[in-house]
């Protein structure tokens, strides 16, 4: 199969933003459209089939795989993880901050959804303000009525005084593992890869357009919802263990962008063809073009690829190569792909 080009897919939300991704994406925008779900096999959470991704040819993406999982993904990759691709990407353009939230792990996504998959995810920092902040869980241990507490009271104040905190810069990126309350400043563009779920719990929504109390909670009542909480300690020196900077990650050619910790859940790899092609080896990926034009170059065949651009590659399109054009900007992206076939296993 030839890879292909996505268009965008997004959709209304609780939250305002989307413009930048409608710039880069040659539309649609937002004002409240501020996620774009990129060769998604994942619904949003209750609202089925929001989220998928159609294909060219109509079909659904997820459908297509499971008619020949083998060609799209591989046969090792098949044989370790099903007809699952294991990895939602998505662009978050943030035209307010993000209420304070979390995801639950795979245990209690088994226990209390019926699910295989919980939701780590991480973040390639696209673009933020000077000074942005992210804030990823508690400062000091808490208690579960601790918590319970603050949810009731609507107390964002003290949610968000109760984070550790880390300003990012564009080309930063951070691991967030499942569990681990967070935030996100406004006016912060990141590129987000996680486990294929929408599940996520509010633990805030004053000024929010959504009603947590009924919407907050996987419809499982809050005082299920919390037992997701991580309520351990999150120092800033663990904090920084979760963070690869920028001066880690840009340079020519394919360079990783998370710790390794994110092994066992996705993989991304910055890569920047300005020393010559960049080859990817054969393998599922979306690939996000986020400066100058060229040529994705596959067995399959060849495509003119530009900022902006969303490459979808099956795996029976085999080791492919990008080109960046000679009169131009290097080509500059990301190439968001599942674990490895052979990865460590993933926190229960």
């Not at 918590?147 to 104040?157: C, F, L």
Request: proline letters at 7%; one cysteine or more.
């Amino acid at each position: 199969m030839m890879p292909m080009l996505l268009p965008a897919n997004q959709f209304d939300h609780f939250y305002r933003g989307g413009d930048r991704i409608g710039a880069l994406r040659h539309g649609p925008g937002g004002p409240n459209r501020p996620e774009d779900w990129l060769g998604s096999t994942t619904a949003r959470f209750g609202l089925a089939p929001a989220g998928l991704t159609v294909l060219p040819d109509g079909r659904l993406l997820f459908e297509a795989i499971e008619t020949d999982p083998t060609a799209w993904l591989g046969a090792e990759h098949v044989a370790r993880y099903g007809a699952s691709n294991e990895v939602l990407v998505k662009l978050l353009d943030l035209g307010q901050r993000l209420p304070v939230h979390l995801h639950p792990n795979r245990a209690f996504a088994r226990t209390h959804l019926g699910l295989a998959h919980g939701k780590t995810e991480a973040w390639y920092v696209i673009d933020a303000p000077e000074g942005s902040e992210v804030g990823v869980g508690f400062k000091e241990p808490m208690t579960l009525d601790q918590v319970s507490s603050w949810v009731a009271n609507r107390d964002s104040e003290a949610l968000l005084g109760a984070l550790q905190t880390r300003v990012v810069r564009p080309g930063d990126a951070l691991l967030v593992p499942s569990g681990q309350p967070h935030t996100v400043a406004a006016g912060v563009f990141v590129l987000e890869l996680q486990e294929p779920t929408d599940l996520s719990i509010l633990l805030e929504w004053q000024g929010f357009a959504v009603d947590g109390m009924k919407d907050g909670h996987l419809d499982l009542g809050y005082e299920t919802a919390l037992q997701a909480v991580d309520l351990a300690g999150m120092s800033a020196s663990d904090l920084e263990r979760l963070v690869v900077t920028k001066e880690s990650i840009e340079r020519a050619g394919l360079s990783s962008v998370m710790p390794s910790a994110a092994d066992s859940y996705f993989r991304a790899h910055r890569f920047e063809a300005s020393d010559g092609p960049v080859s990817v080896d054969a393998g599922f990926a979306i690939v996000l073009v986020l400066q100058g034009h060229g040529v994705l170059v596959s067995s399959a065949g060849s495509m003119e690829v530009r900022k902006g651009d969303v490459a979808l590659v099956p795996y029976s399109a085999g080791e492919f190569a990008l080109h960046s054009e000679d009169d131009g900007a290097p080509l500059v992206g990301v190439v968001c792909r599942p674990p490895a076939p052979d990865a460590p296993a993933g926190a229960r």
